[in-house]
């Protein structure tokens, strides 16, 4: 197996360095990463000089979808391995996955389990994101449980399903498992071989309120194309959820835009 790394970044050359040198670290060595810049402003340009090999694009900032897919369409191997900058590989990450894809050659994407790292410390992670494998859809609804650093991706997944959606700010990756998952397995290499630390203040994550907001576009999508009652009800309750946030934190414009989604999503139920 032949695989491309993509890295997308933005204003992270210290912890971009940690993530490349995770890379080249690796017991089965990828055979070219990508880095895209995403419109870095500090010292990301200078990664070229500390490690030469790697193929390095800039773009003007346009979110970290913009980036994953830039470096989709630069990678010139079968096999994609995402990277995000701040997180950091276990030397036998990517050789666990290949030995899992060689044994299930018609399984098209896989991932790995995690570690969390926060304020030097590692933390438990709690059950809503555990791991599955296989027809994993119903499992994917409520959170995302697979980490793009984990993924490593066959290209023609993303002909049959898109790319990811440079719509969304956050819950880009929520948005195309959903999509992979409804229709193909995803394999789990059930060993924590990736590294995530968290607390560092540009984190995506930590910049919205309410993260089902980007979540529930990513599920109304879906039923505009399938009939399934699993992803009904986790809409239902993401929006009953975020109705109770608009209240709480007197978001007007968003009490009566999720009150409105609430009342028509329980009249097709009833209808």
């Known amino acids: 197996m032949v695989i491309s790394v993509v890295i997308p970044t933005y ?5 971009l360095k940690r993530a490349l040198t995770s ?13 895209i810049d995403d419109g870095s402003t500090d010292n990301t340009s200078q ?19 913009s980036a994953r897919n830039l470096g989709i369409k ?29 044994q299930n050659p018609d399984i098209l994407m896989s991932y790995t389990d995690e570690k969390w790292i926060r304020d030097a410390k590692e933390v ?18 409520s959170h995302c449980i697979i980490a793009p650093s984990a993924s490593l991706i066959h290209k023609d997944l993303f ?15 929520y948005d195309l498992w959903l999509r992979v998952a409804l229709e193909h397995p995803i394999g789990l290499v059930d060993k924590k071989l990736i590294t995530k630390y968290a607390g560092h203040n540009d984190q995506l994550s930590f910049k919205h309120w309410g993260m089902d907001r980007f979540r529930v576009v990513a599920l109304e999508k879906l039923l505009d194309s ?20 608009a209240i709480k934190y007197d978001k007007i414009s968003d009490k009566l835009f999720y009150k409105k989604r609430l009342e028509k999503l329980k009249r097709f139920k009833s209808g």
């Open 226 to 245: 399938i009939q399934k009652e699993t992803a009904r009800e986790v809409l239902m309750q993401k929006y009953e959820l975020l109705l109770k946030g």
């Open 159 to 173: 002909s049959k399903v898109g790319l990811f959606d440079e719509g969304l700010e956050v819950c880009e990756d």
């Open 11 to 15: 204003n992270r050359y210290t912890f």
């Open 74 to 102: 630069k990678a010139s191997y079968e096999w994609i391995a995402f990277l995000d900058s701040d997180d950091e590989w276990h030397k036998d990450k990517l050789k666990e996955q290949v030995l899992f894809h060689k």
């Open 23 to 35: 890379v080249f670290a690796q017991t089965y060595k990828p055979s070219e990463v990508i880095v």
């Open 47 to 65: 990664i070229k000089q500390d490690f030469p090999s790697i193929r390095y694009f800039y773009q003007q900032n346009k979110g970290v979808s």
């Open 124 to 141: 438990k992670i709690p059950k809503k994101f555990k791991k599955y494998g296989g027809e994993i859809f119903d499992k994917c609804l």
